[in-house]
């Protein structure tokens, strides 16, 4: 059944008339649903799918048309045990993003290590996004605005691609974009009380007004911008309380 | 590199806050739910009164299961492994019988019986979500002895084609009932090769191969078409012609009780809409059937026994509280274009085989019994009831749970095809038409 998406891919590739090009692969969801991810129907399929990824990033070096592409590799759901999902485990609920163009080469000049381990849990590799969080990157990295009602932010790893200027721009529109939901669904918090820290503010609201008011008065100063070069002081420890039961 | 972070912090902060914040609940009408489903428990307990008096195992037993019940609908992982709370209340209710019999001094092998085929109906298919990819009979044993696999099926058909050709169509003699017992038997059991032949071929031993090229001219839907149709035909017939009494009829021919005819019938479709791997199992609940039978149950026990492996026979043909294994491979037999009816039935059937089974004997078994099917089915509401108050007060107290969408929810919906589907469907309707038929006997 790939077979009938695979079989279009080399004349599209030719072709310089489209802006966005989706393949929807089923096979292997079907295997997994069918016998499981340890059957001996998994590794050939998947291995499939890896020259699929090799032809199309192949193109991209190698074709003039193709130079500003990015390729999203990506899964809409992961599997348990027994093949299927639906619930909330692990497996279910990590399923894999890669991007890819020749561009991004400029984040990792001395690459990444492949194959990694898990840094956490069972399926975190390098590192997690809300699934949210696809929207305002690819916005970002297309030059197009958010959608309307996206809850994501972007990722932050992808912020060297740019200079400085242009990061900023790019942190502060996402923050805005944010800002404005947050006063849509839960009105504006009259007058916003800047705390030391603004995890005690009584409410998650509060919180985020708290948080906004000490962003701008670190803009308006100017020169005292709170930056910092460690991404892991940026992202927030997430969800440590999701595995629990 | 250097990035803004108290704007990256408050934009990740505002997700949190978003993300979390609960669906847009209509509270008073899941109030008014839960309202309704108390009231409901609430009679249907004072009204189950009278029928605490025979056994006093079940007066014990019934009640703990009811609260327990109730309070594991709480917890995600319980509601996630509950096959589990059935399969240990399945084996100490039958090891407490196993006791009272040899308390009263008679052999107790019965319920011995019973537990030993629980203990291996229990390991035919992993269920639940943490051990799913665990070995089971089905899975795992079965596709390396795929030969053992369709002795077993075909005994069990055999078994049921023997009983049909000895309890129905008995107005027609003996030579008819027998030919269309094994007419109808035949044409389930190559569907079922046929299907099997397509779907899982891995599981088609090469000394079928003859069989089911011959198979092979004719579609699966019209195979199951005429399956359905002869089934149909035979129950069609008994409740017209077999069940009201009748003269003319020579009266050497054994009392014969419709219900069972009936339930043979039942069986033989349960069987078209089981999974291959799954049909052996009926032959294990033959060995549990024949074991209750030598122990002497009340009414009470056999209410309690029976809620008991109608949710035990539920997980162990592979159910589970998680939309991902709802079983959808029967429930398309015979139907050829878009029919949502038809299919939603079928998918029902096929997801909930093992209760339906029990369900059908029940009336059979309970109607010279003290309170008859009646009684039976008060227990069973009662239960439904509260059951039903806890999971959805767990629902409306968890509603902004992080898995109120991937667990509580799910299993409020498998609550709600309990309840409706089969308590009202099955036990009343069905079982309704199955104690009208009990009660008849065959000339």
Not at chain 1, 205 to 214: I, P, R, T
Not at chain 2, 374 to 395: D, I, S
Request: with cysteine; glycine share 8%; hydrophobic share 45%.
């Amino acid at each position: 059944m790939d077979n009938n998406v695979t079989r279009h891919i080399p004349d599209v590739l030719e072709k310089e008339d489209w802006g966005v090009m989706v393949m929807h692969y089923l096979g292997l969801d079907h295997i997994g649903h069918k016998a499981g991810p340890k059957s001996h129907h998994m590794i050939p399929k998947q291995q499939e799918m890896d020259g699929i990824v090799r032809q199309i990033y192949t193109a991209m070096e190698q074709k003039q048309h193709l130079q500003n592409t990015l390729f999203v590799l990506l899964g809409d759901h992961g599997m348990n045990d027994a093949g299927n999902h639906g619930g909330s485990g692990p497996g279910e609920t990590s399923p894999a993003l890669v991007l890819m163009s020749p561009k991004l080469k400029k984040l990792a000049p001395d690459g990444m290590e492949c194959p990694t381990s898990p840094y956490d849990g069972e399926f975190d590799y390098y590192s997690r996004i809300q699934q949210s969080d696809l929207a305002p990157t690819l916005a970002g990295l297309l030059g197009v605005p958010i959608p309307k009602n996206s809850l994501g932010v972007f990722m932050p790893e992808l912020l060297d691609l740019w200079n400085e200027d242009h990061r900023v721009k790019v942190v502060e529109q996402n923050a805005r974009h944010l800002r404005r939901i947050a006063e849509a669904t839960h009105g504006e918090v009259g007058r916003p009380v800047i705390r030391e820290d603004c995890g005690d503010a009584p409410s998650g609201v509060e919180e985020l007004a708290c948080l906004y008011e000490k962003a701008e008065q670190l803009k308006a100063s100017g020169s005292s911008t709170e930056y910092t070069d460690k991404l892991s002081e940026v992202r927030p420890v997430q969800y440590a309380g999701e595995r629990s039961r | 590199m250097n990035v803004r972070a108290d704007q990256i912090q408050y934009a990740y902060k505002c997700q949190e806050v978003l993300s979390g914040a609960a669906s847009n609940y209509d509270l008073n009408f899941m109030n008014i739910g839960i309202g309704i489903m108390s009231l409901a428990s609430g009679i249907g307990l004072r009204l189950l009164l009278p029928w605490f008096r025979t056994s006093l195992l079940v007066d014990i037993f019934y009640p703990l299961l009811l609260i327990f019940y109730a309070i594991m609908m709480f917890a995600s992982s319980y509601v996630e492994e509950e096959h589990h709370f059935w399969y240990w209340s399945a084996s100490g209710w039958f090891f407490l019988l196993f006791c009272r019999e040899l308390r009263s001094h008679r052999s107790g092998l019965g319920a011995l019986a019973a537990m030993v085929a629980l203990r291996v109906v229990r390991r035919w298919n992993q269920t639940g979500q943490k051990f799913a990819g665990a070995p089971d009979i089905a899975k795992n044993f079965f596709p390396n002895y795929s030969t053992l696999l369709w002795v077993l099926v075909i005994a069990t058909y055999i078994i049921v084609c023997l009983r049909l050709s000895t309890s129905s169509l008995r107005r027609l003699g003996p030579k008819a009932a027998l030919s269309y017992a094994i007419t109808v038997t035949m044409a389930c059991l190559s569907f079922k090769l046929s299907f099997a032949a397509q779907d899982t071929p891995e599981l088609v031993p090469h000394w079928l191969n003859r069989p089911v090229e011959t198979l092979a001219k004719y579609p699966l839907v019209n195979q199951a078409q005429a399956t359905f149709g002869l089934i149909l035909t035979g129950v069609v017939y008994t409740l017209l012609f077999e069940v009201p009494a009748s003269t003319g009829v020579p009266v050497t021919l054994r009392r014969q009780n419709a219900g069972r005819i009936l339930a043979d019938f039942t069986a033989l479709f349960l069987l078209t809409q089981t999974r291959t791997v799954n049909i052996p199992v009926f032959l294990l609940f033959h060995v549990i059937t024949r074991g209750l039978e030598t122990l002497q149950l009340t009414a009470q026990d056999l209410t309690f026994t029976l809620l008991l492996l109608q949710h035990h026979s539920f997980f162990s043909f592979g159910g589970a509280n998680a939309l991902s294994s709802v079983d959808l491979s029967n429930a398309y037999n015979g139907v050829s274009g878009y029919n949502v009816g038809i299919v939603g039935i079928l998918t029902f059937v096929s997801n909930w085989v093992g209760p339906i089974y029990w369900a059908t004997l029940a009336p059979i078994w309970l109607k010279s019994k003290e309170g008859g099917y009646r009684a039976h089915v008060g227990a069973m509401t009662v239960f439904y009831a509260v059951a039903g108050v806890g999971v959805m007060v767990a629902c409306m107290a968890l509603r902004t749970h992080l898995f109120i969408w991937t667990v509580f929810s799910p299993k409020y919906l498998y609550s709600m095809a309990w309840t409706v589907c089969f308590h009202l469907g099955i036990n009343g309707g069905w079982g309704g038409v199955m104690r009208w038929a009990a009660g008849r006997k065959v000339l």
